[in-house]
Nanobody, 126 residues
């Protein structure tokens, strides 16, 4: 199991931006695709976006389209999530995970993943 570590969260005001990082420590990502999820207080974890590392192909949930951008870093062990025009409802703990790259444009089900990192807290508040 590759250890994935999320970072970049913080407290921001509505309308501001954050860039989250997902780093695979110890090795590069092994399965070919990396995704981001989030879990707001008292809500279930939800899918945000995933990227196929070889092609750069991306897929977003409907709620993430337009404001969030997932991308690969120059290093082969880093994936980013750029979040713009943040809203209070974006407040959550954000997680990344990896899965097999099948290039299907579908939302990942968080229940399919057995292991999670600590996540990074994003709080949007005025």
């Amino acid at each position: 199991q590759v250890q994935l570590v999320e970072s970049g969260g913080g407290l921001v005001q509505p309308g501001e931006s954050l860039r989250l990082s997902c780093i695979a420590y110890g090795r590069t990502f092994k399965l070919g695709a990396v995704g981001w999820f989030r879990q707001a207080p008292e809500k279930e974890r939800e899918f945000i976006a995933h990227i196929t590392l070889s092609s750069g192909k991306t897929h977003y949930s409907d709620s993430a389209k337009g404001r969030f951008t997932i991308s690969r870093g120059n290093a082969e062990n880093t994936v980013f999530l750029q979040m713009n025009n943040l809203k209070p409802e974006d407040t959550a703990v954000y997680y990344c995970n990896e899965d097999v790259a099948d290039n299907l444009a579908i939302d990942w089900d968080p229940n399919d993943f057995a292991f999670w990192g600590q996540g990074t807290q994003v709080t949007v508040s005025s």
